[in-house]
């Protein structure tokens, strides 16, 4: 579709003066490697082929060759900001094999921590947001705020960022009264904290400037190209699996699906800060409905024989994990979609210029950060010639051709 | 021994060393003040408060490897750095500092200034255009369209003065503002306004660091250049910034005048002119810390729409009071 579409432009030019801009695989506005080749007339984007595989780590293999207590820690790392939602994800597909509920306790800790987890994932992408509009000060002051949340993660869990909270069967830590008064406190200075960033941005002039009316994501598209999490709610379309598809305490825990109908970076960047401003009022309610009782349940080292798919809403969007058991200690098979590689067309509908819509060069970075990208969790597939130790990928088509071969 | 005290003059103080260590100085003040506004320390580590890491980072960067790509036009690539950086020292020497005229004096010096100021943004687009990178030319084409957005409204502002004065000689506006009318607070406000906001454009500051804009297209025209060529064109911007600060003090705050004790006025003249350029410098990183970097088009939009006509109303006002 993609290279319809730069053909379709290419006669329509005036000045065919094109050239290939490349972003990535290494670029100041990726954090990862990723690559996005654009076709650029002037300042004007015309067209986008992106390609994400620069990272394959062969994490769902080597899932198969651990077991389910040694795949919490593995699991963890496939990302290092969404670990709360990877491991919260994975331990319901195990707890879902063992037909198993656990603790109500653990389950509002878990809650708790996801939604922690939340505002710490979207301070940080609000503040890069920040530096790829070159508004390096907000960057600064939000990323100072963020260590409020940071320091709570770290009393409750041991660990800043990677957490290892959540554990097959329940939560490894209990929450004293002592860290919840102080839980209680971080939260009333992150909620005045996030109020000013939501004025500072829909007032200031210079952040709307870059914000408004850039990647735009029609609400059709956002359905038709599977767009998730935020980016998908900027859009204006009410769909969150918190909602949808009620995990851990979700359907007890009240809260607002936040919902923008801008369709443009401005939308996401208030739906987040939005969305963490919900997610300060979910905390004071786990903490003040916390029932008493044990935070972990035992369960067997292997799950019974069957097969298992959770849903979590990650702060990047929809998550899912399946795992497939064939009653032994290791999983037989399991399968990891990640929001970001959901994004990718998106993203990649946003930046190509379309009728009235034109995509800038100085649009680029922080469109391609609106979704919030994750790419180190996208890269799934790769092939390799063990005997004559080549790697290569291939794309859908020659996947095809290959097996009509 | 005339020529051997101009010689001084030109090559100690207050002309070429002098430049550079109060560049290095300035960047490492502009710095400090940006990480201050940004609740952060800012250098801290070399010399006292990180006051050397300026002239450190440029001596690192003259160690570091000097790559000229194979497919770069070489004589302009490898030219262009030492032409920036002679540019900007030129402009520095015109600049009234020990006493109310520069080292090089002459009437009609106004426009030789500004036209140094166009003279460096041309080097920038030829060094971009000379790299033949994609991020470069990218870079160079916006510093061009740049050019044409701040430029007009600056001269503008700074021939108002002249107006004002009555001469094209920094010299003689100094002396005006001198001898009675004391410029700021009067007709010429908006002026240094239109000049401190363009003079932010010029040397390529948030919000108008979009030729450099570090997320979007790497370095901009400085992409390809590395080790002694870029720490040549970073030692240009310091000196230029130096010289845009110490310009606009020149024109609208008086030059190096103040209340003088008569006999001291070699001493006190060039603290006068550090504490007013100290001022300049301050109201430009305050401005790099306030906004986020404006798109080109954004840029020459808001410079047409509002900096040119307050330019023409500036010189309207002034043109009224003459």
Partial sequence: ?405 | MEWLLELLQILIFPGIVFAIVLAFVYEWFDRKIYAKLQNRVGPLYTGKSGILQPFADFVKLLAKEDITPGEVDKPLFNALPIVALTLSLMGFLALPITGLRGIISFNGDLIFLIALMTLICIVIIYSGISSSNRFSTVGAERAALQLLGYEIPMMLSAISIGILAGSMWVYDIVNTQVSGIWFLVGPSILGFAIFVLCGQAELERIPFDIPEAETEIVAGWLTEFSGKKLALFRLTKDVELLYLSGLAVALFLGGPSGPVISGLEPILYPIYFLLKTLFVLFLLTTLRALFARLRIDQMVNFSWKYLVPLAILQVLLVRVIV
């Fill in chain 1, 1 to 405: 579709m993609q290279k319809e579409e730069f053909q379709r432009t290419e006669k329509k030019s005036a000045y065919e003066l094109f050239f290939d801009m490349p972003v990535g695989p290494q670029h100041p506005a990726l954090k990862e490697p990723a690559f996005f080749k654009f076709k650029v007339e002037g300042e004007r984007v015309i067209g986008v082929d992106a390609d994400v595989s620069y990272n394959h780590r062969g994490i769902e293999k080597a899932l198969e060759y651990r077991n389910y207590i040694q795949n919490i820690y593995l699991i963890e790392r496939i990302c290092g900001i969404c670990n709360v939602a990877h491991t919260l994800c994975y331990a319901q597909a195990v707890e879902q094999l063992h037909g198993k509920e656990i603790p109500p306790r653990a389950n509002y800790i878990r809650l708790m921590i996801e939604e922690l987890a939340r505002i710490h994932s979207h301070a940080l992408w609000l503040g890069v947001a920040a530096h790829e509009i070159g508004f390096d000060t907000l960057f600064m002051y939000v990323w100072r705020d963020r260590e409020v949340v940071m320091d709570i993660i770290e009393m409750l869990t041991g660990n800043r960022v990677t957490t290892a909270i959540n554990t097959i069967g329940g939560v490894r830590r209990d929450v004293s009264d002592e860290a919840k008064y102080k839980v209680k406190k971080g939260m009333d200075i992150l909620e005045e904290r996030l109020k000013y960033y939501r004025n500072v941005a829909l007032n200031d002039p210079t952040v709307n400037a870059r914000c408004s009316d850039v990647g735009i994501l029609k609400p059709r598209d956002a359905i038709r190209l599977c767009a998730v999490g935020p980016t998908l709610r900027a859009s204006g379309v009410k769909n969150d699996v918190r909602l949808d598809d009620p995990y851990t305490l979700h359907d007890e825990v009240p809260f607002n699906i936040v919902t923008c109908d801008t369709m443009d970076v401005l939308g996401r960047v208030v739906v987040r800060v939005d969305e963490m401003l919900e997610s300060v009022n979910m905390v004071r309610y786990c903490l003040e409905h916390m029932p008493n009782g044990d935070v972990k349940i035992k369960l067997s080292l292997s799950p019974p024989v069957g097969e298992a798919i959770s849903r979590v809403e990650a702060p990047r969007g929809e998550l899912i994990h399946y795992a497939r058991s064939n009653g032994t200690k290791n999983p037989e098979r399991y399968k990891v979609r990640t929001p970001t590689f959901g994004n990718i067309p998106a993203v990649c509908d946003m930046l190509t210029s379309k009728g009235d819509y034109e995509v800038n060069i100085a649009d680029i970075p922080i469109t391609l950060a609106s979704i919030d990208p994750c790419f180190s969790c996208t890269a799934r597939m790769e092939f390799r010639d063990v005997s004559k130790s080549k790697t290569w990928v291939w794309s859908l088509e020659e996947l095809k051709a290959h097996c009509k071969k």
